[in-house]
């Protein structure tokens, strides 16, 4: 059985699996429910200063994206942070923890950005003995209007600063939640590093409006005739996520930077392949919100089958593995010849292969409609694009071939040329001018 | 027919074998409905294919990936447009058409799961919206000043009388029946076609404008071809088969309790309240086709408790689909095969049983195997298939074959001005959505024929 215990900055939990910094995570009742059914850690929904409660809205909060059969693609919300007392929380965090000391518990914070009203609610923090705190820089409604959430995180020099204040308030680990919403990630990463922050999280959520009510013309879902943006989650955000984490994972001056990765985990697999890109933990919202707290107990399994499947003991084990593979295109080999490969017995003659590629790619797949309709792959045509492997509706019906062998009948050159990535291709301007 | 609806001696027949609710439910939907959310999930499941076999396999060629995209994307009525523009009578096709054996044979999940889109579902999830507002999609061109005459009010007659409607010609509809619909309002079984399916399908088709139906109007008795040649630009022949094939022996015709199928199921049909069918305790069919199975599962619903369906042949051979079969079999009906009935027998003129011999059929010659075997019944219906009544045509030089129309690809008779379709032509299936094709096809060339372009 794989060992699946994590150590993030010192923070111990029994499995990578934390539940994010969310409604799930609002109270003590669901964060036991929660740790009675087997996660690993939480991080407790963002704490604000003493003062008035936060007022949330009494309408619909979410939205969604459904599949045909209703499944949730993506959830976003418009909620603010923690509405109860902030007495009540820290209370409850301090009792949590208490009793559940095997689990991590980080708590995450939101405060105006003075660095009085930082100290001040980090002092609280610490008193109920949690293991950390994480930064909310990340939400891109309601609190952000406030000069809170994205509206620090998308500026790195807000959150160089604010990180340098807690990690001089507070002994405890500080990580900063990384919002999507800007166009270089890597920007206020490394401003969290350089302000002093133990680790970052990322993403928290990403702007969006779900969908116009064509009858009422309001986004769904309106508020009394009126919507706004929410912060979108969950499995479609996944791949702008995993880019994300990769861009930080592999940037040079980052390096060492732990990762406690978000964004759409649904199962294990989502869960290992941000371990591969370097994540020591995950965080996971969406799919609890959308099944309930027992989908980690697929995740858990599902995990640890894949790692005993693979030889991997502890999750360090394959840890960033697939960190080195990611570059930029430039130095993909141009060289590389691949080209699709239909295989016949188990081809079901939709053709959607060869209509994609007559309409929207290079006519490179014949539709013999005479007799037996069948799809063949016309390797004059074929640039190896996947298109049709994408589309095909039979899981490893058509592949791509890596070609070594002979000489491509598209290019007329052999196929076993010597790697060549664009910075030498003599194409490229650029090396002309080296010349 | 005679149908005694009293026991009587050893014969039993009666009306209300079971009680009127579970007649009902008998009676009820074969197939129920798809619901929103089920018609969503089932239209996700289609692939969308290129140059679809599911299109190619659906004798009217309607646009199935496009409909059911339509479908999963909301768009109801127009999914329903999509369908009407290739077969105006989509919505009995959805229910009646042997779909296991046209599109959904050809779906490509059949080859990949086994389990092909439910395409006649979510063909009839589309058709019902639009049928149920009893309103017309199509609106009608100009109109062109030409007439044509239709004779039959059956699925051919209203799809030609239809698209030469909606191309602005008047049609005159001549129908031997009190109502619309022919096989879809007489012939086929109650629970394919629940709540009076068939007539509101008529009202709809018939919502279009320019075409008038003449009830209890024969053609060969009340008006004669000449006539209709003479005063419409064009005629259109879909009168269907006007009668049944006989056994030919003895008693057929005499004894009580010994019944035609298609008569029964006409009067069957037309019931407002089935319990006041009698049926027999015992019932045997002799037949293979559909009539046979539908006679035979509605016996069954009806209360008879032992149904038999005798076939001369082997299953290979029966006209009626495997699906046909296994509900005849779930349904409790026992088919026998390979038998031929060599006597009816009765006791003081009343219908006891039938005297079949086992047969051998070695390359399509029959011979007897040498056994014989008696099922004794209460009732015995024949359904033997139909035939043409070509006398009813007044001696035109019309070429027959087999007492039935022979055509072109364009529904053409070989008498000029004269065209035919659905099953009182030459073909191999009687299926509804043939007869709608060839008025489809027929409305086409007779468009083409008086130089009107077609809407």
């Known amino acids: ?31 036991e429910r929660a740790f009675r059914a087997g996660w690993g850690g939480v991080v407790w929904k963002t704490l604000g200063e003493a003062g008035p409660p936060v007022v949330n809205v009494s309408g619909a909060r979410y939205g969604a994206i459904h599949g045909p059969d209703r499944r949730v693609l993506a959830l976003n919300n418009i909620e603010l942070i923690t509405d109860r007392d902030l007495e009540i929380n820290l209370k409850e965090i301090k009792e949590v923890k208490r009793a559940w000391p095997d689990r991590a518990l980080v708590v995450s914070l939101m ?21 950390g705190v994480e930064l909310n820089f990340g939400c891109p409604h309601g609190m952000s209007e406030r000069g809170m959430g994205s509206a620090v995180g998308q500026v790195p020099e807000y959150v160089e600063m604010v990180a340098r204040w807690c990690k001089a308030h507070t002994r405890m680990p500080v990580i900063v939640k990384l919002t999507p919403n800007i166009a270089d990630i890597r920007q206020p990463a490394r401003a969290a590093k350089k302000g002093g922050a133990d680790a970052v999280s990322l993403i928290n959520t990403i702007n969006s409006i779900m969908g116009i009510d064509l009858d009422a ?18 499995p479609a955000v996944k791949p702008i996520a995993l880019a994300m984490v990769a861009e930080i994972a592999r940037d040079p001056s980052l390096a060492g930077l732990p990762i406690s990765a978000i964004g759409g985990v649904t199962t294990w697999r989502d869960a290992a392949e941000y371990i591969a890109l370097g994540a020591g933990t995950v965080q996971v919202c969406t799919a609890a919100m959308t099944y309930g707290f027992k989908v980690v107990q697929e995740m858990a399994t599902g995990l640890s ?18 960190v080195p593979s990611i570059t930029d295109w430039q130095h993909l ?15 079901i003659k939709c053709g959607r292969c060869h209509i994609v590629c007559e309409d929207a790619s290079h006519q490179a797949i014949f539709a013999k409609l005479d007799g037996g309709r069948t799809f063949e792959i016309n390797e004059a045509e074929c640039v190896g694009c996947n298109l049709c492997v994408l589309v095909c509706p039979v899981e490893n019906c058509i592949t791509l071939d890596h070609k070594t062998h002979g000489v491509d009948p598209r290019t007329g050159l052999p196929y076993d040329r010597p790697p060549l990535a664009w910075t030498a291709h003599p194409n490229n301007p650029a090396v002309k001018a080296a010349e | 027919m005679t149908i005694a609806g009293r026991p009587q001696g050893l014969s039993d027949v009666a009306a209300g074998r079971l009680d009127p609710k579970t007649i009902e439910a008998n009676f009820s939907d ?23 076999p599911c299109q190619q396999a659906c004798p009217t060629s309607i646009d199935i990936p496009l409909f059911i995209r339509q479908i999963a994307a909301d768009n109801r009525t127009g999914a329903a447009k999509t369908i009407f523009d290739a077969n105006i009578m989509g919505g009995m096709c959805a229910r009646v058409c042997p779909t296991e054996t046209l599109c959904e044979e050809a779906c490509v999940r059949e080859a990949a799961e086994g389990k092909p889109v439910r395409i006649g579902l979510l063909q009839r999830y589309a058709t019902d919206a639009l049928i149920e507002t009893g309103k017309s999609p199509f609106s009608r061109a100009a109109p062109t000043g030409k007439r044509a005459a239709v004779v039959g009010a059956g699925p051919a007659g209203l799809a030609c009388a239809h698209a030469l409607a909606v191309a602005g010609v008047e049609v005159t509809i001549f129908e031997a029946r009190a109502k619309p619909g022919g096989l879809n309002e007489y012939g086929i079984a109650a629970y394919k076609a629940v709540d009076d399916f068939a007539a509101k399908e008529a009202a709809f088709i018939l919502s279009v404008g320019g075409i008038e139906v003449l009830y209890g109007v024969a053609l ?24 049944t094939n006989k056994l030919g022996l003895p008693g057929e015709y005499e004894l009580e309790n010994v019944a035609d199928a298609v008569d ?66 779930t349904n409790g009906v026992v088919i026998r095969t390979s038998a031929r009935p060599v006597a009816i027998e009765g006791h003081a003129g009343v219908f006891s049983g039938v005297l079949f011999e086992d047969t051998h059929e070695h390359e399509g010659v029959f011979a007897p195997a040498g056994s014989v075997f008696r099922i004794e019944a209460d009732m015995l219906f024949t359904a033997i298939g139909q035939r043409g009544t070509p006398e009813i045509l007044d001696g035109a030089e019309i070429e027959l074959t087999g007492g039935r129309i022979v055509v072109d690809a364009e529904r053409r008779t070989s008498f000029p001005g004269v065209w035919a379709g659905g099953d009182c032509v030459v073909g191999d299936e009687n299926l509804t959505v043939v007869a709608v094709e060839d008025g489809k096809q027929a409305a086409r060339s007779i468009l083409s024929a008086l130089g009107v372009s077609a809407a």
């Not at chain 1, 950005?113 to 949690?130: N, P, Q």
């Not at chain 2, 074969?30 to 679809?52: I, M, N, Q, T, W």
């Not at chain 2, 086709?289 to 369906?309: C, E, F, R, W």
């Open chain 1, 333 to 347: 080999n141009l060289n590389f010849v691949a080209k699709a490969r239909i295989d016949q017995d188990l081809c």
């Open chain 1, 217 to 234: 013309m309001t986004p769904l879902d309106a508020i009394d005739g009126k919507g706004t943006h929410g912060g979108m989650c969950g």
């Open chain 2, 264 to 329: 029964y199921i006409a009067v069957l049909r037309q019931a407002e309240d089935k319990s006041t069918m009698p049926v027999g305790r015992r019932v045997v069919v002799i037949g293979g086709g559909m009539t046979a199975i539908d006679i035979a599962v509605q016996s069954k619903k009806l209360g008879a408790q032992n149904v038999t369906i005798v076939y001369r042949r082997s299953s290979k051979h029966m006209k009626a689909s495997r699906f046909e079969r296994e509900l005849a079999q």
């Open chain 2, 220 to 243: 060969g008795e009340h008006v004669k071809l000449d006539d209709l040649r003479r005063d419409y630009d064009a005629v259109f022949l879909a009168m269907g088969l006007g009668a």
């Open chain 2, 30 to 52: 074969l197939h129920p409905p798809l619901g929103f959310h089920a018609a969503k999930v089932e239209s996700d499941r289609c692939y969308f294919c290129f140059d679809a």
């Open chain 1, 305 to 322: 089958a894949y790692m005993d499947r693979k030889g991997y003991a502890t999750i360090d084990d394959f840890r960033g593995r697939a």
């Open chain 1, 111 to 131: 405060a105006p950005c003075d660095e009085e009203s930082w100290k001040a609610i980090l002092a609280r923090v610490e008193e109920t003995e949690c293991d």
């Open chain 1, 1 to 31: 059985m794989a060992d699946l215990r994590t150590d993030f900055l010192g923070i111990k939990s029994p499995n990578p699996f934390w539940l994010a910094s969310a409604p799930p995570t609002d109270r003590k009742v669901n964060v």
